[in-house]
Nanobody, 126 residues
Framework: QVQLVESGGGLVQAGGSLRLSCAASGRTFNEYAIDWFRQAPGKEREFVAAISWSGGNTLYADSVKGRFTISRDNAENTVYLQMNSLKPEDTAVYYC???????????????????WGKGTLVTVSS
């Protein structure tokens, strides 16, 4: 069992930066890939970024590539999402999710994820 808690969301102006954290409980955290998803008001949840259990592989949605960076610290049971050059269209609730299957969890498919956090709100003003 893995429990996930997101933090770091808030209000930021366009062009600014935020760093989200996903803190996990459970001794097997380093066996899970961790993905970030987001859901904007009135829209479906979409994939943002993924990182493998070792941190050696990452995947990004085209919309955030070059602006967002995902990283993890297994000693601290935490995954980070550094978000730079934020745009108003990045406004959403951001969720982290843990997936045990190392292949499907790195595809951006939300159905492959086993555990979810409750989300943190990011608002980017223009």
């Amino acid at each position: 069992q893995v429990q996930l808690v997101e933090s770091g969301g808030g209000l930021v102006q366009a062009g600014g930066s935020l760093r989200l954290s996903c803190a996990a409980s459970g001794r097997t955290f380093n066996e899970y890939a961790i993905d970030w998803f987001r859901q904007a008001p009135g829209k479906e949840r979409e994939f943002v970024a993924a990182i493998s259990w070792s941190g050696g592989n990452t995947l990004y949605a085209d919309s955030v590539k070059g602006r967002f960076t995902i990283s993890r610290d297994n000693a601290e049971n935490t995954v980070y999402l550094q978000m730079n050059s934020l745009k108003p269209e990045d406004t959403a609730v951001y969720y982290c999710a843990a997936g045990y299957d190392s292949l499907s969890s790195m595809t951006g498919f939300s159905g492959a994820m086993d555990y979810w956090g409750k989300g943190t709100l990011v608002t980017v003003s223009s």
